[in-house]
């Protein structure tokens, strides 16, 4: 796991000085502690912080071929870069390391750009063609590995983390509106935006190529929900297992001292298990809880740690982590207010005293439709399916208007919230029930003048583009594919990367080896959301592996005692930061300070949309004053 970084200049063809690299590579050498490499030559310049995990000794970077033509730095594992080894060794290529980084070079060589087809792990990857004279950027397929450049048409300057492209000089910081009404929406910046005009995110599955002819933007790799196979319950669990163990064998590759995450959850635990029955050793596991029992998973963790066995280490979130948010707005480079990123910051942290490399769960609720959401969407859609649209349109929506608030209610009990999804499309109501802050409320909180330059800009559209794209699948599996282009690659994995990285600390999910993906996308959505019960093929392919415990108890949500916070512990830090820091015009205080009154009288529990200003105005006096 490293870091890179580099400038092309496309037009002028100028050198790119070293200490402007090294400025770059310093921005993000907690991705790199061991050591930096730079490459310059001509127009381009290359740097890299690197992690070692796979062959120590020899594995530096950037890394070259024979003839010093194709130059490539390189963030992430691949899994299969021995197979790809023997492969191109036959075809005549020549290694000087052992490691998977080279293999990058002279698959290029052998493939061009279908090179990347070929590899099974998780990358950002910078690609120098002296002879092409152009720059390829690469990102894994479902987006574990960051990938951000910035493009003028004369100059690009990429790096795995903003604030190493932001240290260079001429890059500004425009803030795209678009991207911050986004982000009151989901509460974070989905890709290919960033939260800056000049900052782009490569998206995952795809490549960009940089040369004089411009810039082209290519997709590799997608993963179709729509063509589901034929095959019964037990020959699912069959071929499951199977799949999902080799993913696991392969991401224990490691010369560095290597564990897991384990929150107690399905996803977590069958990691835990299958490493336990692959190395047959004890696995170092790592925990964490919270004070609050509500929100606190650890009793299960040790119930999955004692049946296997495992090294586990534990840790107690205590409301004091609430001062850690700065650190998490100066690691996420944008606003960013999935509030776990907390518990996964303190998690990472935890392992890294013990190991360099930790496997996670990451990916099962996706794939396999683990969320609670997917069911009362699933209801919703149903019963959309039944009436015509020019009923539930006129029906629902003013049994939407007449219906009292209830937004303090559980869901299940949310009349109001039922009836306006109903009111709308699929897409239009899926979206609204994942809203962190409704549109109502969002268009309150933004600025008069930032409403009137959005003017119709609806992040809805967002979505929609992938449920369109996915139209010939299931009404289920279109809200998995969505959230796979979304929630998971520009939430999940980005929260883990962050906090992880913070700690240079390397992280792998075998739920989301792309062989697993294409396997999970082809169960058909009947096998997985059965009832109000998810996931149901990957916890029948786990019995007798897991107790029936672990596997049937209710989810719980990697959360954090938010609305408490706000009243106690976090209440005058909150405070300070949102009513007496210097502001730019983005937010309207006003409807902060309303927001702020209902929630300290107990009137209303405000605890997500204060978490979401709070976060942007950490972030705002980091990256804008």
């Not at 191109?88 to 998977?100: A, C, E, M, P, Q």
């Not at 950027?137 to 590995?145: E, N, Q, T």
């Not at 319950?233 to 392969?250: G, H």
């Not at 439709?369 to 009923?391: C, H, I, K, S």
Request: with cysteine.
């Amino acid at each position: 796991m490293c870091g890179i970084c580099g400038v092309f200049n496309v037009g002028s063809g100028d050198p790119v000085p070293v200490p402007l690299l090294k400025k770059m590579a310093d921005t993000i050498a907690h991705r790199g502690p061991d050591e930096e490499g730079f490459f310059s030559n001509g127009p381009v310049g290359l740097a890299h912080r690197r992690l070692s995990i796979i062959d120590v000794e020899g594995g530096h970077q950037p890394q070259t071929n024979e003839d010093q033509s194709v130059w490539v730095i390189f963030n992430g594992e691949i899994y299969n870069f021995q197979e790809l080894r023997d492969f191109l060794i036959t075809k005549g290529h020549i290694f000087k390391t052992r490691s998977d980084t080279e293999v990058i070079v002279h698959l290029y060589e052998e493939k061009g750009e279908d090179c990347f087809q070929a590899l099974r792990g998780m990358f950002a990857i910078a690609i120098w063609d002296s002879r092409q004279q152009q720059l390829l950027l690469a990102r894994d397929r479902v987006g574990k590995k960051p990938l951000f450049y910035s493009y003028n048409g004369k100059r690009v300057v990429f790096g795995s983390e903003m604030k190493a492209i932001l240290a260079a000089p001429d890059v500004r910081r425009d803030v795209d509106l678009e991207a911050l009404s986004d982000y009151f929406s989901l509460l974070y910046v989905p890709a290919p935006k960033s939260i800056f005009k000049s900052v782009r995110k490569v998206l995952p599955g795809h490549y960009v190529v940089i040369s004089e002819r411009g810039l082209r933007d290519e997709e590799y790799w997608d993963v179709d929900f729509s063509q589901t196979l034929v095959k019964s319950e037990s020959e699912w669990c069959e071929l499951l297992m199977e799949t999902y163990q080799e993913a696991v064998r392969l991401r224990l590759i490691s010369e560095v001292p290597l564990g897991a995450f384990l929150s107690g959850g399905i996803d977590s635990s069958s990691v835990v298990a299958l490493m336990s029955r692959i190395t047959g050793k004890p696995v170092i596991t790592t925990s964490i809880g919270f004070e609050e029992k509500e929100f606190d998973e650890l009793d299960y963790a040790r119930q999955v740690a004692k049946q296997f066995n495992t090294q586990h280490y534990e840790q107690v979130v205590s409301p004091d982590a609430a001062g850690i948010i700065e650190k998490l707005a100066w690691h996420y480079d944008e606003p960013f207010a999935d509030s776990s990123a907390i518990p996964t910051y303190y998690v990472s942290k935890l392992a890294r005293e013990h190991v360099t490399v930790a496997l996670s769960g990451d990916g099962g609720d996706e794939f396999f439709a683990g969320y609670r959401r997917y069911v009362f969407d699933n209801r919703e859609e149903q019963l959309r399916g039944m009436l015509p649209p020019w009923f539930r349109r006129s029906v629902f929506g003013t049994l939407a208007t007449l219906y009292p608030k209830a937004d303090w209610a559980p869901r299940v009990f949310r009349g109001k919230a039922t009836f306006e999804n109903l009111a709308r499309s699929h897409i239009e109501g899926y979206f609204r029930s994942i809203s962190a802050v409704q549109p109502e409320v969002k268009m309150q909180l933004l600025h008069p003048q930032v409403r009137e330059m959005l003017g119709t800009y609806d992040t809805a559209n967002v979505l929609r583009s992938y449920y369109e794209k996915a139209q010939h699948a299931d009404p289920i599996a279109r809200i998995l594919y969505v959230d796979v282009k979304t929630y998971l690659a520009d939430d999940i994995l980005a929260k883990v990367d962050r906090a992880s990285m913070a700690h240079s600390l390397e992280v792998r999910a075998p739920l989301l080896d792309h062989r697993l993906m294409e396997l999970a996308a082809s169960i058909p959505p009947s096998f997985k959301l059965q009832g109000t019960t998810g996931k149901h093929i990957l916890k029948k392919s786990l019995e007798g592996t897991l107790s029936h415990d672990i596997l049937y108890r209710s989810k719980m949500g990697f959360a954090v005692p938010l609305e408490r916070w706000f009243r106690v512990e976090l209440k005058d830090l909150a405070h300070t930061m949102l009513f007496e820091e210097p502001a730019h015009q983005y937010i309207h205080m006003d409807t902060v300070k309303t927001l702020w009154k209902e929630h300290q009288s107990g009137l209303r529990n405000r605890a997500t949309e204060l978490w979401t200003v709070l976060m942007f105005r950490m972030w705002e006096r980091q990256f804008l004053n």
